[in-house]
């Protein structure tokens, strides 16, 4: 597919260097939502969308793995990278928030941004010190987040299996940071509208997806792994906020 005459441009939402493969993704993202790149077509190569986003090969290859793990694309070798021919329904399925800024406390971008500097890495204190009792308690708080019957339910259920994941570090300072974090969003409502209406079932179970593979991982004690995958969904949070404005 030839993209030359609509360039593809990257929407800033945060300056954070670390964060540069969320906005790739984001741009890329948008560039299917706009008709830009249809469902089933080839992407340019990475050489090309690098040079379309004025960034990194290296953060155009981070973006296209997330996508890959999300289902968004598929890659042919020696033909190249296709998005998958239900792209664009990724939309159904995302967590999208409209997030303002507040006077009285921090941004949704400026908590997300914060907390790709070091949550990641946390997991592999997590990995270490989680017993079993915390592991067994995060799978009952997915359950939750699949189960949710309001936006507001399913958000609060997201939060407490984050509060979890800080909990099982042992480490008093990282929870106050999370009780920190979850009172300001509290505070704003998430940042949502009608929050009694119901969350819907495709953005829960895609949710509960992301979700349960971080667990998995560190039932399984792979902190690398862990480290990976949240980086990956705190990224793809990143990249949704305010994807429609």
């Known amino acids: ?20 493969p969320s906005l790739v993704y984001r741009a890329l993202l948008r560039a299917i939502r706009d008709g830009i790149m249809i469902p089933g077509s080839k992407l340019p190569n990475e050489r090309e969308l690098a040079s379309q986003l004025r960034t990194s090969r290296t953060a155009v290859r981070s973006a296209l793995s997330m996508m890959e793990r999300e289902g968004l694309v598929r890659r042919r070798v020696g033909a190249g990278t296709f998005l998958t021919e239900d792209a664009d329904q990724v939309f159904e399925r995302m967590d999208q928030t409209d997030a303002g800024t507040h006077d009285a406390v921090p941004s949704f971008v400026e908590i997300v941004e914060g907390r790709l500097l070091f ?10 010190r989680a017993d079993e009792g915390d592991v067994a308690a995060m799978r009952q708080m997915l359950e939750n987040v699949l189960d949710a019957t309001t936006w507001a339910d399913f958000k609060e259920s997201i939060y407490a299996l984050h509060e979890q ?35 819907p079932q495709p953005v829960r179970t895609q949710t509960h997806k992301d979700l349960s593979a971080i667990v998995e991982a560190i039932a ?22 305010n994807i429609w404005q």
Do not use: C, W
Request: proline share 3%; aromatic share 4%.
């Open 1 to 20: 597919m030839d993209t030359s005459a609509r360039p593809i441009e990257l929407n800033v939402v945060t300056s954070q260097e670390r964060a540069t």
């Open 119 to 128: 949550e990641p890495a946390m997991m592999h204190l997590v990995v270490s």
């Open 220 to 241: 399984a004690r792979d902190a690398k792994l862990a480290e990976s995958l949240l980086s990956d969904h705190l990224m793809r949070t990143l990249a949704t906020i």
């Open 165 to 199: 994941m800080f909990a099982a570090t042992k480490n008093r300072f990282l929870m106050q940071i999370m009780e920190s974090i979850l009172a300001d969003r509290r505070a704003v409502a998430f940042d949502g509208r009608e929050t009694e209406k119901p969350a």
